[in-house]
């Protein structure tokens, strides 16, 4: 499979004389797959049973003529309004009890058993049929599962769920009681049966509740997932699944979806950022999102929506700059996309997302979007080509786990705290130094960073206790943080040390008190020069610790902020609070220099993908400016005319000759 | 009927034996008429079908023998407990599920047959006795059609008349499922059976039905007072009906809602401005809406409710500074009102509306609001009757459109535009230029205008199109703006042409790009001064037309922000953003300054009301302090005593011969 | 009974084997008493009629074995899921029709009969169980009654309950019509059975009908105290009965719950307080929520849960300051507290108040808030029972009434303007001239006071009026504000006379006209100097009142804001406004500077306990720095090494020789 570029593609919004003049214009964009389908099952089943692939069957060969590979969603994110009218108990009730109705998407709960059978039916019907054609060469599941379902559905399928799910974990209500704390505020049960899922109370949840809820939503979505694709690779077993995921989306853990897809995918709409980001770290929001998406298989993946233009619902996003479209779809290389489908084909004409814009406008007429994904094809496919597959070989990691996020999310300690936000703190310093970093799984391989950042540790089991010992003792650079260490995996505090529990020896410190800082800034003094902390502060207790920097403010002035401790052959930093960007840029200077590709300006970045005797670097500007950027010698052009300075928006690719 | 003054009574808020003095300081004070019962159906039928008519009578029968006529509402606003009682399911139900219940008013669905019945036994009740009255002139429907129902009801009632409506308009679920776009998510219905109202949905609506909602509801509230007003009619073919608008208020087509009535009323309370309006343009927001009003039917008009001083349900406004009360009322005469009904004679010592003060206050007891309306009746009604039924005689127009608003609220694009909004910053640059205007339908006559403003022409037909068309090439000057022609009526997005659609010779250009203003700000240059552009800037790419003004930022710099160009005999300019205040005054003095009645300083207007051979010059001083304006020669004063500096909240009345 | 210190005790949070060291840990600090049980009911009856009282009785003897008694909550707060299983119906609903569920607390309908027969089921066993028990030595129902329920249910049971209540109230409907206006908007009811609670209405409410909701489900909490409180005197003469109040909560009138209970107890978290209070006024939040405790019975009283440190459920407070926990445990006393019990002893590992920190952390290691609190205990427990019963002797009272507050809660004027953040504008004022102030009801003894605040007097009713009257005559100094006699005591406007009604010769004016501050500022000039108003200016029509200060702005400047008028053998002041904290202070000088204790620097307070021959000063510096404070000649200090300045947080006490 040699595929670079696609879009997604809707031939049913369009009229079927229409198609070929598409297929002409995408094929001279230089368009190699569509995504089609996830979204028309009335269309493919307009009455239950009666199955009309035909129209697809169309577009898909016609499209085959002009070289174009198909990948097919099942269309089961939206159900036909005919279920609905049949089956109105499919659609989900909220945690204040409210029916959502159709008329959008999304409308269905994931665990009905009615719902179900729909799909098997028309799941079985889909596969099969299309299962013969080599024109399709893949399958997507739905579109973005657990999007729009964010604790959504609280029905009684749900909760029969929830309860068969909390059995099947705990065995016993015994168990339960004990694990849920229930002990507390007369919550005990007597048997599963009285549980509910948590919905609207009077006041208060049970946080270890509420996290077992969290993960069973994941795992329902999950299982939902593995529903479908059991059909789908039952009739075509050469075929690959992807499921397209939306970066740090929370609904549903991707380390354990992505066990059921060949490759992830992501969509990507840079857009979002563009008001928020600091110009010190123009572009990390993006990079976050791509580096997270690999991480979920720790593979190469595809970009299965990549923002064209101008989007949005009802408001709308800023229009992206001339340039800036080759850049965010660069950047998505540069981070580990193979292949880049852009959404959309078209600006669709009706519906919900008229203005989620496409390559080509409403208008049909081909202008300066088309253009310029145009030369992003031409330009980029060798490059592409060469360097399919290879990975950016970080000597950092951050740690990422869905568990600490529900936890934080539960009981987030200070009201702006988000357990993203403050990942990204490390994250951003990271990416301005331009440190290659992958975002890795607790069940991940620690062994082959150099640097290893776990943010809030906040519950800790004894299995990743001691792969964070051993990681340390073995030489690595462990950075661990405030709140590490607090609770159980049942999100029960731990009553028997102080903290930061069974790692106290490796960072060689306790905590015995913190602050929240609430309308209060704290600063912290290191070498002399001054920085502000942010929502929260331990107080620490060095053991064999040394300060690196210490409180400059509060009765805790003088007391250290940031340690490190040295532990066997490595050493284990402890960071006792969440750091302002200029305290985490010194920060990573003193933990991670080594490890940078270079230094650039603000909004420039660095990235790298690594072949077995060639790097290949990509040096980004997010800036509307032109930029000077130092090219370190021994850094082939890839491209030619890649003068000084950069011009706003724009990549460069450079590669060096590497190993043996 | 010559009536210029009356108040809004309640008799049954008070003892009988406080009639006669009511009554007697209603005389005094120079009231010809009451509004009474658009709130006392319990008073009136305190069982069902025993009916007590007596109470009102006599208070009729009272206020006749000082001079004072009544005009009577049908107390449906307000369905007594009894009838909730027994039917509770007339109780509305919100998009959200949730029953909306008695205690409050407009507690009722609109379209429930139940409701209607009890309806209609009261109503020909309620007309067969009062209809041969001849101190009775005339009826209101209800109170405030649409007030409290914005979207409200999605019972099951409102669902099965939105689902003939829809029939009734499209014919074949098929033609339906074409013009709402329902390939788009999957979203077809095999039959009119499976629509729902819009309600609370996982994520996402339809703009296509949406705007059929809107418009469905809009409809059902017309019909509803047709409901009525067939009774009325039949009982009393002599009597005439009106019904007491709410200035910009959108839930009901008020041109539609017009058709219906022999003349609009309006309820106007400017003191909800008096917080938000800038110096500049002090008084345009009454100004506003009482030309909306004007332009429902394009005749004068009552006040049925005119603010007489401070008022609030739970919290309350500012208190009308001394001369403010008086300086309302004549606003409303200098904008076309032919007789001002004040809100209300006594504040009421019970209720919601406690503190939606009256002329005279709780104790009974005439102050300076009593006085200050006095002195407003005893001084105008002479001019009143002179002036009754003269129009300003406008040569500009703004062409509102609920249809368009409708249809921007769905999808405002940006975050803060609003349909209103933006139309107001060109009638507040008219406004504040003492230019004239009148706010008309696109059903109207576009031919008497030398300048008409066509703001967010959104959607598109060609006998719309057509009519700009033939505006502009016999001579009239026409501006349109960012949005023009995006949509078809379905609220569809033009797919066969670039924007902006039909119109682009018309204006003679083209728009490819766009860009929404998302925490950024756009400079305009004109004649080497800069202005701010707001929300919205369209990129355009001129053919015929000339750059009247360009963006001085983005990637669009030097591309034209507002073009003109000549057509026919005409010219059309086009404004491709939401202009700023500084520039909209900029541009209104380039196409309309020659229509303006003078110049004045910031917060004082100058009103046309013209007859034959008179005109009528209304200054108005919105401002607290003392203001020195510029009369011009040939100007009569009107009253004596009309020296400069006019006093705060000043009136000033000139005369000028016109005609042969 | 000889009982100053104790904790708030969870046993059954906690392994059997760890109770011995709690309760030696206890004595050690100096715990004289624990709170125990009050959300236990599951442990203590897993199965209907099931009773397990043994772990509770085991606590009990445990803790008796080291001097320790208990107190026992029933544990009604929080029924068990079982219940909730066989019986949802007694789950909550909220005035928007949503069922609350099971999953916090309060989860319960307390007007429900089959809840009731749970209750009474398991609390006649309960008692019955403890009453012998001679190391148990009071009660407590339930916990913080009213605590989660504003307003929130009504169900059916809460509906018939509300109609029973009114038809007490009004005997007949006819009564109910004219007393609630029902006359306004056709409300009138043809029987109780038509009346509804005031559920989510179209739009509007009557004040009248929200009033009487208020009240009424004020009253149910009280009755549903009786309740339990008759079984547990049925069965436990001999103990006393407390409830653990929460300050200036409204849900409940704690003088109307004073009545059934032998003294007040109170919840004291000054940590909300830290970050909104001027530091002017530092230390004045708490102040005032411990005089309100102290005014619901006029007696000293406990502090059941007094804050150990940062607390918070999913967001937490800052951490109290070392220091800070003696202070406001001192703070307490100094305001009649005569016994402390600290919330809670451990933090506990698991449920919704994992960050609700206590004396013991997590870890079960003391650190610095068990040494801090013991110091507390071994330093203050001679003091404390030597002060023990004795009261301030203030010689100024500010009115305090539930009623008022609650129908300014229906109507707050302006949207800022809340009735408790008004009565504390005076009370922040004596507070910070360290003049001993008593919160009241107005049906409390007022000659005792020389100086006599009662603002807000909204509602009035002739005995009302008549103290009012009676006290200024016999020479008292009263304070009436804004917003005096608006209302009869059916919160329905006074129709007869002009503001402010029957006491208008007391203070010596008529109030013709009033304005509200929307976004608008008045200054008041008080012998030159220029003070700021807020939210609100009566226009003030002197008789025979006298200014003391007069607007500086608006049409009414130069007409009074602040009056005095003598009258019999006092005088009446009355202020026309809300004043902001320098006008307050101002006054407050003007009116009482002959009643303070001595002048302090800010944030720091002098506060007094009044024996019969000796005064106690308590001198409580709220600062984080060390204050110079004055000390009278005169006063002895009580304990050693009172030397200035006094520390950050610190506290010193004096006595004072007085009386014979």
């Known amino acids: 499979m040699n595929i670079q570029f696609g879009v997604d593609y809707y ?6 004389q229409r198609w070929e003049t598409d297929a002409k214009l995408m094929q001279a964009m230089g368009v190699q797959v569509v995504r089609m389908a996830e979204f028309s099952w009335f269309k493919m089943e307009p009455e239950e049973g009666k199955f009309n692939f035909a129209w697809l069957d169309q577009a898909i060969e016609l499209l085959a003529s002009y070289g174009i590979k198909s990948v097919l969603g099942t269309p089961t994110a939206a159900a036909p309004a005919w279920i609905i009218e049949r089956n109105p108990e499919i659609q989900p009730t909220d945690p204040q009890g409210r029916r959502r109705h159709f008329g959008g998407r ?19 019907a889909f596969a099969e049929h299309f299962a013969p054609n080599p024109n399709v060469i893949g399958w997507q599941v739905g579109n973005e599962l657990g999007n729009s379902h964010n604790e959504l559905c609280m029905c009684e399928s749900c909760e029969k769920r929830f309860r068969e799910w909390l059995e099947k974990k705990y065995g016993t209500i015994e168990e339960l009681n004990r694990r849920w704390g229930t002990d507390f505020w007369s919550q005990g049960y007597q048997n599963f049966a009285q549980i509910q899922a948590p919905k609207l109370t009077v006041t208060g949840v049970n946080p270890s509740q509420m996290l077992d809820w969290k993960r069973f939503h994941s795992d329902l979505i999950v299982e939902y997932h593995q529903f479908q694709s059991k059909i789908l690779r039952h009739y075509a077993p050469d075929k ?49 999102q791509l580096d997270i998406i690999r991480g979920t298989k720790e593979q190469t993946f595809w970009i299965m929506e990549q923002q064209t233009t101008l989007n949005g619902w009802y408001e709308v996003s800023r229009r992206p700059r001339p340039g800036q479209i080759h850049l965010w779809a660069m950047q998505s290389v540069a981070h580990g996309a193979d292949t880049i489908v852009f959404f959309r084909w078209r600006s669709c004409a009706f519906g919900t997302e008229q203005y ?38 970080s000597e950092a990691a951050i740690v990422f786990s869905y568990d600490q996020e529900y936890a934080i999310d539960i009981q987030p300690h200070h009201p702006d705290m988000k357990y993203v936000d403050h990942l990204m703190t490390y994250y951003r310093a990271l990416y301005r130094q331009n440190i290659p970093v ?88 290191w070498d002399g020069k001054e920085y502000i902390c942010d929502k929260w ?40 609070t969440e750091m302002t960007p200029d305290l985490a840029d010194r920060f990573i200077t003193e933990v991670g220099a080594e490890l940078s590709l270079g230094e650039t300006p603000d909004g420039v970045e660095i990235t790298r993908r690594m072949g077995a005797d060639k790097a290949y670097y990509f040096v980004l500007n997010h800036n509307g400016k032109e930029q000077m950027v130092n090219i370190p010698e021994g850094w082939q052009s890839y491209y030619e005319g890649q003068t000084m300075p950069m011009p706003a928006y724009g990549v460069y690719v450079y590669t060096e000759k590497v190993g043996k």
């Open 11 to 16: 031939p049913e919004h369009w009229p079927v």
């Open 106 to 124: 999304h409308h269905n709960c994931q665990s009905n058993e009615v719902y179900r059978a729909h799909v098997k039916r028309f799941v079985n």
């Open 438 to 525: 992958d975002l890795i799984s607790d069940q991940s391989d620690f062994s082959r960073y150099k640097l290893l950042v776990a943010p809030l540790q906040y519950m800790m089991d004894p299995v990743l206790e001691e792969k964070y010992r051993t990681y340390v003792k073995n030489g690595g650079t462990l950075v661990l943080t405030m709140r590490t260490g607090v609770k159980d995996r049942d999100n029960i505090c731990d009553s028997e040390r102080p903290l930061p529990g069974g790692l106290a020896d490796v960072v060689g410190l306790k905590v015995y008190d913190y602050d929240c800082l609430r309308q209060l800034q704290v600063k912290v003094a």
């Open 537 to 576: 502060c331990d107080v620490i207790t060095p053991d064999t610790a040394e300060a690196v920097a210490c409180y400059a403010s509060e009765y805790y002035k003088g007391t250290p902020a940031i340690t490190v401790n040295v532990y066997g052959d490595g050493k284990a930093y402890y960071v006792g």
């Open 240 to 288: 690959w699944i992807t499921q397209n995921m939306m970066g740090f989306a929370e609904t549903v853990d991707y380390f354990e979806l992505g066990k059921d897809l060949e490759f992830s995918s992501h969509d990507q709409y840079p857009s979002m950022n563009m008001v928020r980001e600091k110009p010190q770290y123009l572009g990390s929001e993006g990079a976050g």
């Open 356 to 393: 989620w814009e496409g390559v080509i406008p409403h208008s049909g007429i081909p202008g300066r979007v088309y253009d310029e994904i145009k030369g992003f094809m031409h330009k980029n496919g060798t490059l592409m080509q060469e360097i399919k597959g290879l990975m950016p070989q």
